[in-house]
């Protein structure tokens, strides 16, 4: 009866150890469970603040590091790092940034568009948006590639005066083109009063590899005042200093423009020519602005790595 006695106190004893076992490894588990929530709290807090600070200020000012925390910024790699070191454990997170230009968008304004009840058929990845800031037209691109300069007022340009391809800058005020038939070619507008009449075509050059791309109209004045109309056909980007009415014109886009109005429904083409979503050569570089920046692709380094 003792022997038996003994054996059960002994069964129990085991019993009791493994449920402690249990125990402590279910407690430890729970533990590191939550090392690792608060350590994620920790560093998406981090990213979020480091991504605050790198679009609403100087990028310089992104870097820092204070308790626990490193945030490390490189301009040149466009690479995000965001280092957390507290409770013997250490992680590090590298994000590939990647910037959102006014060319990204289907119609970039910086004032509110005003649609008066039509739309835009657009990708969704090339939303029609208002912007902060649109870049600014530097001439000495389009004088050091030009093919032709137009002098002259109230004058008339069309299709047998505009056969060679290549950057055409027009120079005077009240001028009106009609019957353009381009295929690799742009057409830069300094002066005011612009008119399109009948039907017109003006493809930019397709853009190669990874290079920029090259807009295929451009209006200089910010009194322009110029409506893309029925019998327009664009392909690559349309920049206007001033105001743009969009009517029912054949567009690829990006549009961009000081302020547009829709006076139609428009059905961008933007399906069929993305590679146009670029940054545009005749704006400087891109990095001379600072575009709002976002998560490109995410690298993990390390995660709750312990210190030795």
Sequence with gaps: MLVAVLILFIVFSFTSVADLSVSLASNSGSMESA???KQQYEMESSINEALWRINSGADELVNLKADGVTIAWDSEKYLLSIGTENRQRESEIQLDLTES?????????????????????????????????IPTVDPAYFI???????????????????QIEGIHIFLGNSVEISGLDLENSTL??????I????????KAPA???????VPAVVFMNPHTKFTLRYGTHVEGAVFCAGHLDIENAALTGPVLANSVTLT?????RDDLHSDYY???MGFGNQHDYDWPKHVGRWRSVKWNKPIS
């Design 35 to 37: 090392r690792n929530i």
């Design 101 to 133: 230009t006014p060319f990204s968008s289907a119609i970039a304004s910086r004032t509110p568009i005003q649609t008066n009840g039509y739309f835009a058929d657009v990708e969704e990845e090339h939303p029609v948006q208002q912007v902060d800031l």
């Design 195 to 202: 008119t399109f009449r009948g039907s017109n075509t003006i």
């Design 207 to 213: 853009p190669v590899d990874s290079l920029p791309a």
């Design 144 to 162: 050091i590639n030009r093919a032709f300069i137009h002098h002259g007022d109230q004058t008339t340009w069309s299709k047998k005066d505009l």
């Design 188 to 193: 830069l507008f300094l002066g005011d009063d």
């Design 278 to 280: 670029r940054w545009n």
């Design 264 to 268: 139609g429904n428009v059905d961008f």
